[in-house]
C-alpha cells in the first residue's frame, strides 16, 4: 500500500497518566525500570499505530534514559511522539514525567523507539509521511535522521 498523504505529529500524540501501585515497584521502593520499559513499548506502539493506521511491532529502543526515580503513589505521565519517519519505520520519543499534586512534571525517563509497521502476514508495510510543523518538530526531525545513521551503523558492525 502507498501513501499519498501525510499526517501531522500532534495527530498521534499520546499522553497517559497512572499512578505507581505496590506491584509496580522493585525491591527497593522504587518504579521498577522493566515496568517503566513496558509502560514505555506500549505508549511508542500507539502511537505508531495511530500513525500508520496498522499493526507495528518494536524494532528497536534507544537512548532510555533513567534521571530520577519514582516511588508508590507517585502519578506518572508518559507522553509519545512521532519523531521521525522512514518508509516503513517510525521513531517515537517518550518522555516520562512524575507529576505533583500542582500539576508540577519532573522528568524521569526519556527513551526513543523504533518501530516498523506490518501488514497482515507481518511484511514492512509503508507509513504516512510526517507534516512538521513546529521548529522543535523540524529538530526532533533533524536528530532523528541523525539517531538512525547511528543505529544503521551499529547494525553493520553487528551491535
Given at each position: 500500500?502507498?501513501?499519498?498523504?501525510?499526517?501531522?505529529?500532534?495527530?498521534?500524540?499520546?499522553?497517559?497518566?497512572?499512578?505507581?501501585?505496590?506491584?509496580?515497584?522493585?525491591?527497593?521502593?522504587?518504579?521498577?525500570?522493566?515496568?517503566?520499559?513496558?509502560w514505555i513499548d506500549e505508549i511508542a506502539g500507539l502511537v505508531a499505530?495511530?500513525?500508520?493506521?496498522?499493526?507495528?511491532?518494536?524494532?528497536?529502543?534507544?537512548?532510555?534514559?533513567?534521571?530520577?526515580?519514582?516511588?508508590?503513589?507517585?502519578?506518572?505521565?508518559?507522553?509519545?511522539?512521532?519523531?521521525?519517519?522512514?518508509?516503513?519505520?517510525?521513531?517515537?520519543?517518550?518522555?516520562?514525567?512524575?507529576?505533583?499534586?500542582?500539576?508540577?512534571?519532573?522528568?524521569?525517563?526519556?527513551?526513543?523507539?523504533?518501530?516498523?509497521?506490518?501488514?497482515?502476514?507481518?511484511?514492512?508495510?509503508?507509513?504516512?509521511?510526517?507534516?512538521?510543523?513546529?521548529?522543535?518538530?523540524?529538530?526532533?526531525?533533524?536528530?532523528?535522521?541523525?539517531?538512525?545513521?547511528?543505529?544503521?551503523?551499529?547494525?553493520?558492525?553487528?551491535?
Amino acid at each position: 500500500m502507498e501513501f499519498e498523504w501525510s499526517k501531522k505529529v500532534s495527530e498521534s500524540v499520546i499522553e497517559h497518566v497512572c499512578q505507581i501501585r505496590p506491584e509496580h515497584l522493585n525491591g527497593g521502593g522504587r518504579l521498577f525500570g522493566g515496568r517503566l520499559m513496558e509502560w514505555i513499548d506500549e505508549i511508542a506502539g500507539l502511537v505508531a499505530i495511530r500513525h500508520s493506521q496498522c499493526n507495528v511491532i518494536t524494532a528497536s529502543a534507544d537512548n532510555l534514559k533513567f534521571i530520577r526515580g519514582a516511588f508508590q503513589n507517585d502519578l506518572i505521565v508518559l507522553i509519545g511522539r512521532l519523531t521521525y519517519v522512514g518508509t516503513t519505520s517510525m521513531e517515537v520519543r517518550v518522555d516520562t514525567y512524575v507529576e505533583s499534586l500542582d500539576g508540577i512534571r519532573r522528568p524521569i525517563n526519556r527513551a526513543y523507539l523504533t518501530l516498523v509497521a506490518v501488514d497482515a502476514n507481518g511484511k514492512p508495510q509503508e507509513v504516512p509521511k510526517l507534516i512538521l510543523e513546529t521548529e522543535s518538530e523540524k529538530a526532533e526531525w533533524e536528530a532523528g535522521k541523525k539517531r538512525r545513521e547511528i543505529r544503521n551503523q551499529r547494525s553493520k558492525e553487528g551491535f
